[in-house]
C-alpha cells in the first residue's frame, strides 16, 4: 500500500524540539576555532557623499583586531544586476561604501574584534564624515528626473518591461463602465527569525569555506565567488538550519563577501550574525510596486479590457526585486479571459533599502491588483463580485492555455475553485449577514472579500526546462541516503523525500537520511524557491529511486539466474523476487552489500506549472475607531496532488497568514528624509496567533502532466490569494458608506480617514 497522499509526521521535528536547530551562529566546528568577529558600521544617512572614514579611534578599543573602510576592499567586485541583460549593469553596490551611501544602513566600514561582546561599541568608535544630499525617496518622482543616483547608467529606471509608448488609447473603446485606481503595494519585510549570518575559513590549499544560511547552497556559491572574484571551485557552501528565508536567502550579500575577506585578510576564521534592527535596515525588503489600474467592460458583468501599469521600487542597488515586474507583468489577466489586456513596468532606483524576493516574487503583486480592479468594476457596475468573478474566468481546460503574455498554463479549474470556495464559507448566508448589519447601521460592520488567483510555479531559465537533480544509495543495513539539490528551510523536505524513496524502495520512512545544502556533496542543484521543490526536486527522488530500481533488477537477475523480464519487486520486503516464486529472491540489503547500489538523476520539467484556487476572507470593521479584524479565512488552493497532506496544509496555513499580515498589518516607513520609522519589532507590525482565526482550508487536486507526481507548488498560494482577499473584505464591509479603496496594511487610522473621507465626499459636491 502507497504512503503517498497519507499524513506522515515531520521525521525534522524531533531534531528540533529536544535538541534544537544549528544556525550558523552556533556552528561549533573546529575549523572555526579561534574566530575573529565581524561588526559593520552602517549609513545613517538616505544619501550622501562620504567625506572622510576615521578608523583610528576604533582600532584602540580593547579587542580590536582590526578596521576597514571602502578603500580597503576596493579591488572586490561590484554586486551586480541578478538577471543580465535586464537590469542596468550601472547601479553595482560595492562590498563597503566607498564615495557614496545611498540608503540608511548600507555598509560603510568593518571592525573586526576578539570576541563579539566588543564589536558593537568598538563599531559607534568609527568617525564617518558625510556631505549629505536630497533623499530620492518617491520612485514617481525618481523615474525621470534629472538628478540620477547612479551618473554613470544615464538612467534612474534600472529595468523596463512592455513599451509604454505602444499602450493602446482606444483600449478601452466600446466599454460601458471603466474604473480606474492608483493603488499601492507596499513595501515589507521578510523578517526571518533568523537574521543574516556567515561563517569563514580558508583552508591552507586556499579554499573558502562559508557557513551561511540560505535557500540553495550552489547558487549562494556562485554569487559569493562572483562578489569575491575568485573561481567558484574555490568555494565551498555549507548550509546549516536556516530559520526562515521566505526568499531572502537566496544568492549572497555583500556583507557575506566581506566576511570571507576579512577572514582571508587576517588569517583566520570569521564569524558575522546582524541584529534584529540590521535585518530590518539592510537585508533586502518585499514588494514596493506603485500601480494603475484600468478596467472596463459591460454593465452584465462582462469585462472586455484591463490595464496595469506598475512602478517598482527597485531601492538603492537593483537586486531580484527589479526584476520582479517582469513576473508581475506575465500574471496580468490572472484566471480570467480578458479579450484586450495590457502591462507595463518600470523599476526605479531609490535612496532605500534594496527590494528582493519575498514569498510570491510578483506574483502576489498581479493578483492583488487585479483582484482590487474586479471588486472596483463590480461596484460601478451593481452586481455582485462573485458573480462578475464566475462571468469572466476562463472555462476549464487540459491542455496548455497560453496567454497573451506568454504565460502557458499547463491546467486548470478556476470557476470550480471559486464555488468550492463560496460554498465552504455559506456566501449566501455571509451576504445576508451583512445586509442585517447595515440595515441595523451596527458599529461593526461585516465584509467578504473574495480573490481569484493561478500563479506560476518551479519556474528556469535552464536549457530544456527547470531541471533538479538526486542521487539515492541503499546501504547494505537496510539504510538509504538521499542527496538533493534543493535546499528545505521549513518546508518538510526531509520527509517527503523519504516517502517518495520509500513507496519505491520499500526502506522504512525513518531510515532514510536526506542530505543537501553541502556543495562538495551535491555540487549541483537549484535550491529552494518559487515554489519548485516538489515538482521538479521530489521528481528527481522518484525518478533516481525507480532508475536505482532498474539497476538493482539486472544484478538481481545475475544472482537469481533468472530473465530481468521475470522479476517483480516487493515493496514489503524491499526485495526482487521470481514471478510466481516468492521464495527465490533477493532483497536490496544483498545486492547493496556486493558492491554499491546508488543511481544520480537529473528530473527536466517541460516548463513551469500554474496552481490555482479562491479565497474568501471575512471581516469585522468598527466604523468608530477604524479597526479591522479578520474573523473568518476561507481558501481552495489547487496545487495537484498532494503528497503529504499534513505538510500542504502547514504551507497554505504559513502563506495564509503572511498574506493576512501585509492586508492588516506590515509596512515598512520611512521619513521624508529617507530614514527607517520601522526598525524595530516595537515599530514593525506583524501578528501573532491571537490577531489570526482558525483558517478553513477546502481541498481541491487538478493534477498537472509536467511531472510524473501530478505536483504544483503550494508555498506562496496564501500570500497570492489571502493579501487582496483581507483587502477586499475591509473595503467590502464600508462600501455601503462611500468607501472606495483603502490602500495595504489597513490600519485603524487608515480606515478611520477613508471613513472620514466618504462622509465628506457629498458636501465637497454641493
Not at 579554499?207 to 575568485?230: F, K, S, V
Request: proline content about 7%; aromatic content about 6%.
Amino acid at each position: 500500500m502507497s504512503i503517498l497522499g497519507t499524513r506522515v509526521l515531520r521525521t525534522e521535528d524531533p531534531g528540533f524540539l529536544t535538541l534544537g536547530a544549528v544556525y550558523t551562529e552556533d556552528v561549533k566546528d573546529p575549523q572555526l576555532a579561534g574566530a575573529c568577529h565581524v561588526f559593520f558600521v552602517r549609513s545613517p544617512i538616505a544619501y550622501a557623499r562620504i567625506r572622510a572614514v576615521d578608523v583610528t579611534a576604533a582600532l584602540e578599543a580593547p579587542g580590536v583586531l582590526a578596521a576597514f573602510t571602502g578603500a580597503d576592499l576596493a579591488d572586490l567586485p561590484l554586486q551586480g544586476a541578478p538577471i543580465p541583460g535586464l537590469i542596468n549593469d550601472k547601479m553595482g553596490q560595492p562590498a563597503l561604501a566607498r564615495d557614496v551611501v545611498r540608503f540608511v544602513g548600507e555598509q560603510v566600514a568593518v571592525v573586526v574584534t576578539e570576541t563579539r561582546a566588543q564589536g558593537e561599541d568598538a563599531a559607534e568608535l568609527v568617525d564617518v564624515d558625510y556631505d549629505p544630499l536630497p533623499p530620492m525617496l518617491d520612485p514617481a518622482q525618481v523615474a525621470d528626473s534629472p538628478v540620477l543616483l547612479f551618473p554613470e547608467a544615464g538612467s534612474n529606471i534600472a529595468a523596463s518591461f512592455g513599451d509604454a509608448a505602444a499602450l493602446d488609447p482606444g483600449l478601452f473603446d466600446g466599454c460601458e463602465a471603466v474604473v480606474s485606481a492608483d493603488i499601492v503595494n507596499q513595501r515589507i519585510a521578510p523578517a526571518p527569525m533568523e537574521t543574516r549570518a556567515a561563517a569563514a575559513v580558508w583552508g591552507p590549499d586556499g579554499r573558502l569555506t562559508a557557513w551561511i544560511p540560505n535557500q540553495g547552497a550552489q547558487n549562494t556559491r556562485g554569487a559569493l565567488a562572483a562578489l569575491l572574484g575568485i573561481d567558484q571551485a574555490a568555494v565551498r557552501i555549507i548550509t546549516p538550519d536556516v530559520g526562515g528565508a521566505f526568499g531572502a536567502k537566496f544568492g549572497a550579500d555583500p556583507e557575506h563577501a566581506v566576511v570571507c575577506w576579512v577572514a582571508r585578510r587576517l588569517g583566520r576564521p570569521a564569524r558575522w550574525a546582524e541584529s534584529r534592527t540590521e535585518n530590518l535596515v539592510a537585508m533586502v525588503h518585499g514588494r514596493g510596486q506603485q500601480q494603475r489600474i484600468t478596467i472596463g467592460g459591460r454593465r452584465d458583468g462582462a469585462v472586455t479590457a484591463y490595464r496595469l501599469e506598475i512602478l517598482q521600487d527597485a531601492g538603492a542597488y537593483p537586486r531580484f526585486g527589479a526584476f520582479l515586474p517582469m513576473m508581475t507583468r506575465m500574471m496580468t489577466p490572472g484566471p480570467y479571459a480578458i479579450d484586450r489586456a495590457e502591462a507595463v513596468a518600470r523599476s526605479v532606483v531609490t535612496t532605500t533599502t534594496p527590494v528582493g524576493a519575498y514569498r510570491g516574487a510578483g506574483r502576489p503583486e498581479a493578483t492583488a491588483a487585479l483582484e482590487r480592479a474586479m471588486d472596483l468594476f463590480a461596484a460601478e457596475i451593481g452586481l455582485d463580485p462573485a458573480d462578475v468573478r464566475r462571468k469572466n474566468l476562463l472555462p476549464k481546460f487540459t491542455e496548455p492555455h497560453e496567454t497573451a503574455f506568454g504565460a502557458l498554463y499547463d491546467s486548470g479549474d478556476y470557476a470550480a475553485a471559486l464555488d468550492r470556495a463560496l460554498a465552504a464559507a455559506g456566501y449566501a448566508e455571509l451576504r445576508a449577514e451583512q445586509d442585517r448589519r447595515r440595515a441595523a447601521g451596527d458599529i461593526r460592520q461585516l465584509g467578504i472579500g473574495l480573490a481569484c488567483y493561478v500563479e506560476i510555479t518551479g519556474p528556469g531559465a535552464e536549457a530544456g526546462g527547470p531541471r533538479e537533480n538526486a542521487q539515492i544509495e541503499v546501504h547494505a543495513d537496510g539504510t538509504a541516503t538521499i542527496l538533493t539539490g534543493t535546499s528545505p528551510h521549513g518546508q518538510g523536505h526531509a520527509t517527503v523525500w523519504a516517502m517518495l524513496a520509500s513507496d519505491e524502495l520499500g526502506i522504512d520512512v525513518d531510515k532514510i537520511t536526506v542530505k543537501w545544502g553541502d556543495t562538495d556533496l551535491v555540487p549541483e542543484g537549484g535550491g529552494t524557491g518559487g515554489s519548485r521543490s516538489l515538482q521538479q526536486g521530489g521528481a528527481a527522488v522518484q525518478q533516481a529511486a525507480r532508475e536505482l530500481l532498474d539497476v538493482a533488477r539486472q544484478r538481481a537477475a545475475r544472482e537469481l539466474e533468472a530473465n530481468p523480464a521475470d522479476l517483480v519487486f516487493d515493496t514489503s520486503r524491499s526485495a526482487f523476487a521470481v514471478a510466481g516464486d516468492p521464495d527465490a529472491a533477493v532483497p536490496l540489503t544483498m545486492l547493496a552489500a556486493a558492491e554499491p547500489l546508488l543511481v544520480r538523476a537529473v528530473f527536466r520539467a517541460p516548463g513551469p506549472t500554474f496552481p490555482f484556487g479562491a479565497h474568501l476572507a471575512v471581516a469585522e470593521v468598527d466604523t468608530e475607531t477604524g479597526k479591522a479584524v479578520l474573523r473568518r479565512m476561507v481558501t481552495v488552493d489547487d496545487a495537484g496532488t498532494v503528497i503529504n497532506p499534513l505538510l500542504a496544509e502547514g504551507q497554505r496555513h504559513g502563506g495564509i497568514a503572511q498574506g493576512a499580515a501585509q492586508a492588516l498589518f506590515e509596512e515598512i516607513r520611512y521619513d521624508a528624509e529617507g530614514n527607517p520609522l520601522t526598525a524595530t519589532f516595537a515599530d514593525y507590525s506583524f501578528p501573532s496567533a491571537a490577531e489570526l482565526p482558525s483558517f478553513e482550508l477546502a481541498e481541491m487536486a487538478t493534477p498537472t502532466s509536467y511531472n510524473p507526481l501530478g505536483a504544483k507548488g503550494i508555498g506562496e498560494a496564501g500570500t497570492i490569494g489571502a493579501t487582496p482577499a483581507v483587502q477586499n473584505a475591509i473595503v467590502d464591509a464600508l462600501s455601503h458608506l462611500g468607501v472606495r479603496h483603502i490602500d495595504m496594511p489597513a490600519s485603524p487610522q487608515r480606515v478611520w480617514q477613508a471613513l472620514r473621507a466618504a462622509a465628506a465626499e457629498p458636501a465637497a459636491g454641493d
